[in-house]
């Protein structure tokens, strides 16, 4: 089975963010950005994309550690 990407939203009461991936919480974090390094972590083990959604839950930024080559993903 293929894995699921891995997203970080808000976490149910808005005042952190969750990693997850297949709809399950991986883990919960205060700052979006130490969200970011556990998030890129998992994605690079599992060769998935990062979905980082902002405040209002919309797509934010996505990043590819799958295997697709660099000239693909213009992002980073």
Not at 57 to 72: L, M, P, Q, V
Request: proline content about 0%; cysteine-free.
């Amino acid at each position: 089975m293929a894995k699921k990407d891995v997203h970080i939203v808000r976490d149910k009461s808005g005042a952190g963010w969750d990693v997850k991936q297949g709809g399950q919480v991986q883990s919960t974090h205060r700052t979006q950005g130490r969200a970011i390094e556990r998030d890129t972590a998992i994605a690079k083990q599992d060769k998935v994309d990062v979905v980082t959604h902002g405040r209002d839950g919309k797509i934010r930024s996505k990043d590819s550690y799958g295997n697709e080559t660099a000239r693909r993903d213009t992002e980073h």
